[in-house]
């Protein structure tokens, strides 16, 4: 396969002024008229057209008005040349595709008998020839015509202009977008649905139109969508000045879809997993997705979709832009410090669970990434995740007015334009004038930046030197790596736990300031606070000030102290972080000196202690503590590892709970009661953050369940308002192993015709220890099985051999080869989705030797097929390498 560069980029030849689609929608055999008016671009030398088109057939293709033969034009692979073609070109092209064969899931499908579009990255070309490429951006306008009895509802990007009756039983609606957009932004829908309206006053006083269009069965299901799309609108009006820019805006929700959902120009499709909730189907979690899915996509609306990427090179531009603005969306809707330091610890939490190991593993790649295969591959937690972290540190270097200031220099320069990561960040230096140069580097250079901190104290001079110092390990490709910008927000502690008030040398900070960010740019850097009357505890990266790894050799008294008192939530939770992975990290190693048995393993009081000091502390924000009582994840503990043990680590980890669980027993039990939610269900931060602690004090209790403890997990199943109560109290159960048969039956007949609740109920089943990989093959047996849906195939295909770590890495290697057998079934479905779990085996290296054998030959079984699509040979190919 072909690797693209970013260096190779060139601009188009010719440029799109306008785009006019004719649709004559059929499942089997769809007929796409497309009539395209193009013109020379003066920045480019080439007068060649070139158009991309995949898995389409070519009937008609004219030039001015003129039939080209065949050999007027040359197709090779999925280009069609054009050479030499007039400074303005008029192109029709006719083109055939079969939209309920393609299970892909790119282009024009089928789902549920309904007609969907998904262009991003590269899908439009699966429709028609065209310039498909994010710098093309063009006006369209688009004819539906289908059968009206079928598909009633006909919907395309913009504003409806005209919509009748064809006489034959079909019908027709004419939809013009009044905005250029590039071709990945198109979409279609075509179907038999219902929606939710409501017209919506923006505030300069203009009306809007706003739909939530589903299946008939979920109108039910709408409200928190509709509520969260609203909250978005008047958010970005608030916060950065942003209107909607269309009359009408549409949610359309789809059963089958690769990823979250789609910002199309006014036509937002998104997988039915983000928009439908109530509270007997959804969960906490799955509201707050909506909520943070809606805002996201809404979002895009201007960053990505009025201000464009040039190349796929820059998806960050628009996706870690855009999750940072969803990310402060959700943290203002909570709308308190505690619940802003919530949403940040959840931030980090993934970065530790899914984007460190990535920067660390064989798909490495820079924000900005150099070169890619596939570019589907690269939807990657780096580009959103640490691409969003790179945008928060802007605001970090020059504060939240400084980032709206620069935010408004961007859509100053480039509205209606395709630009280049590189433009934001220069827009972000002259707004506040500032030299952001060395800043490229978070945008160039990959892996997890390393910080090492140091410190002294003299108590004569009441100075307190904090010495940084920065390293960053190699990537493909990338052997040295030059310092980074980074900006390290610090506090210092007193002995009775408060925040002192600091005084940098040279720093600018206000008087009185308890945080100050250090800006670290060379490799070794000394920052010095004076007045310091005594030896103060550092709290160092607050809020997570950077996207990389802080080592300090902390004692485990500085970290209690931190534990207690920290002003910074996410530093306080940060210190009961490492206080666990320490112990974890200890324990692990014992049982595997003793051949994977925990007897004889000890837990300290003094962490007990911490533990129960934090439970019970009802100052606290019960959402804060759940996440300072939950142990880190067995993936984050394995990342700590130079060999990976993943049966030790489980062992270690359920032995640690289980102790704290009978240490904790009274008080657990008592929180237990304390945090219930009587009364109507909310989604609300308050409400969802009891819940959380409520369910894992279950948890902790139902380690090692006694009767009493048994019977409250069925009570709580038995009687539950909502779902977030319903499933916990089931996955507890699940997990100890205790005999959940009869609640799981019970479950999947109450929820059979809910799609959402079965993929629950395949994922909590996947997901248990208790479940090996023959009990999923058992459970792909059921008949609401089905590997075509990614839904279903994710729930319980991935949860297993991504969240089930010692299940799957069982040491006769049989999940491997499940995995194998797996990759490539979907691969010949799906290749985007099965690219997905080929990732699964990224950090094959990182296990024992046995191990590592038994993955590389299912690596190499996959890598050696035949017939292979190029998303999943990257994947292997950069895995093997
Ligand atoms: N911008 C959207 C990306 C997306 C996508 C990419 C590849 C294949 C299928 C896809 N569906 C959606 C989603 C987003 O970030 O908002
Ligand atoms: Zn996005």
Known sequence: PQTIFRKDYTPPAYLVDTVELGFDLDPDRTVVANRITMRQNPASKSRDIVLHGEEIELVALRLNGKTLAPTEYHLNGSTLTIRKAPAKAVLEIETLCAPVQNTSLSGLYVSNGNFFT?????????????????????????????????YPVLLSNGNLIEEGELGDGRHYAKWEDPFKKPSYLFALVAARLVCQEERYTL???????????????????????????????????????????????????????????????????????????????????????????????????????????????????????????????????????????????DQVRTLRQAQFPEDAGPMSHPVRPDSFVEINNFYTVTVY??????????????????????MDLYFKRHDGQAVECDDFRAAMADANGRDLRQFERWYSQAGTPIVTARTRYDAVKRNFDIILSQRCPASAGQADKLPFHIPVAVGLLSASGKDLPLTLEGGKHAKGATTVVLELTEQEQIFRFRHVDERPTPSILRDFSAPVILEYDYTDDELLHLFSHDSDPVNRWEAGQRLAMERLLKLTAQVAAAGGSDAGLKLDATFINAQRAVLTDDTLDPAFRELALILPSEIIIAEQMDVVDPQAIHVARQFMRRTIGAALKSELLAQYHANQTPGAYSPDALSAGKRALKNLCLSYLMVAPDMAELKLAQQQFEKAGNMTDRSAALVSMIHSGAEAGPYLKAFYQDFEHEALVIDKWFAMQAAAPTTNVAAVRKLMQHPAFTLKNPNRARSLIFNFTGANPSQFHAADGSAYEFWAEFVIKLDAINPQVAA??????????????????????????????????????????????
Request: charge should be positive; aromatic fraction near 10%; glycine fraction near 8%.
């Open 118 to 150: 998904q262009c991003e990255a590269e899908g439009f070309r699966r429709i028609t020839y065209f310039p498909d490429r994010p710098d093309v951006m063009a006006k369209y306008t688009v004819m539906l015509r289908a059968d009206k009895a079928a």
């Open 203 to 345: 505030q300069s006083g203009r009306e809007v139109l706003l739909q939530v269009w589903v299946e008939e069965g979920n109108l039910d299901k709408t409200d928190y969508a509709m509520q969260s799309l609203k909250n978005s609108i008047r958010w970005d009006e608030e916060r950065f000045g942003l209107e909607l820019d269309l009359d009408r805006f549409m949610i359309v929700a789809v059963g089958d879809f690769n990823m979250g959902a789609m910002e199309n120009k006014g036509l937002n499709i998104f997988n039915t997993k983000f928009v439908l909730a109530n509270p007997r189907v959804a969960t906490d979690i799955d509201y707050a997705g909506i909520e943070a899915v809606v805002g996201h996509e809404y979002f895009h609306n201007w960053t990505g979709n009025r201000v464009t990427c040039r190349d796929w090179f820059q998806l960050s531009l628009k996706e870690g832009l855009t999750v940072f603005r969803d990310q402060e969306f959700s943290a203002d809707m909570i709308g308190t410090d505690s619940g802003r330091a919530v949403t940040r610890i």
């Open 385 to 406: 995740e640490k691409g969003a972290e790179v945008v928060r540190m802007y605001q970090t270097l020059v504060g939240r007015d400084g980032f709206r200031k620069g």
């Open 836 to 881: 997905r779990l080929a990732r699964g085996m990224d950090r094959w290296r990182r296990y024992a030797p046995a191990l590592q054998a038994k993955m590389k030959k299912a690596l190499e079984k996959v890598a050696g097929r035949a017939k292979l699509s190029n998303d999943v040979l990257e994947v292997v190919t950069k895995a093997l390498a």
